[in-house]
């Protein structure tokens, strides 16, 4: 009952106060250093191995479900450690000592463990460590992304994915520069190794896709610089990118993050079937800072038509419309 009742706060992402939540989010993962560089110093990836995982923790394989794997002893790089020489997570019991290691990389540690790795962790290492400690608790709480665990409350169980990515930011010239690049977070339902079922939610809606090798590799090779190029005579600023079966809004997201400084007004339209992808969406969109420029349509690809949003007026202009046209008319308003 308590899952549910954590679940339906978050399926209500869209109330009042929901943006000043997750901008309080933003701020813990910015202060705490959550970002791609950041995690892959954590594990000891050395800087120049750190391009063989193109933009995102990929090599990190969650915990299965039910399995009694314990976290990991974490040790920090070089850059990771002070004069001290310390080591450590943080977040565990491991056999290495925590000694130099400053607050903000036991809150990284905190938050990898958890929400990179899937471990459950101690509400009281994460109330010592974690940045915020009690109340970024409470915050994971009400945002839907953490609960108590049922079997012992003092346990913190991760509900999803947050994941760090970086990507290319396209300069004037329409290239793609790679030594350039902006940081993002996505959050996406958890490994299917660690959720181990196809549902989720008190309305039993369909696992939002994690994020892998073959999204992170759409996103880098997505050739922004050519359809600039094509487009540059006919669109200066204030396109309009159309993302069909959306998931998690990696694909929208990065490319307005990539678009940044050559089209800063950009926006897009991101569709999708599964009314949990809609809502994972409006969250990512929020916790990157672009809330006003993405708009989510739940729609189905297959009838060609919107569909209505769990308790909408079912009187409301979009529900049942031809998907092609209303789609048109979003592009031209937006």
Known sequence: KEQEEQQQQHDDINDDGAEKMIQKLRTVLQQSGY???N???LFGVATENMNSYPWGPTY????????DRQPPPLSFGRDYADDSGGGGCGCGEGEHGDAGI???NKSLSCLVTMFLLGFIVKRSTLEQHLLGGSNTINLFESLGLAFPCEIDPSYIVPYVHLFPM???VVSKEGKNEDD???SIVLVTDLHPAALSRTTVGTNEDGAVMYIGPD???LVQHLPLDIELKKSQNR?????CILDLCTGSGIQAISTLAALGRVDPHARAICVDVNERATRFVTFNAMLNGLGDRVQVIKGDLITCRSLPMRGEDDCATTQGEDLVGLLRRTAILA
């Open 180 to 182: 350039t690049m902006e």
């Open 60 to 67: 990190l394989t969650p915990v299965g479900a039910g399995s």
């Open 215 to 217: 999204s992170l590799a």
């Open 102 to 104: 400053t607050m903000i």
């Open 35 to 37: 970002d791609r560089i």
């Open 166 to 168: 970086d990507v290319a």
């Open 235 to 239: 669109i200066e600023a204030g396109r």
């Open 39 to 41: 995690v892959a110093k």
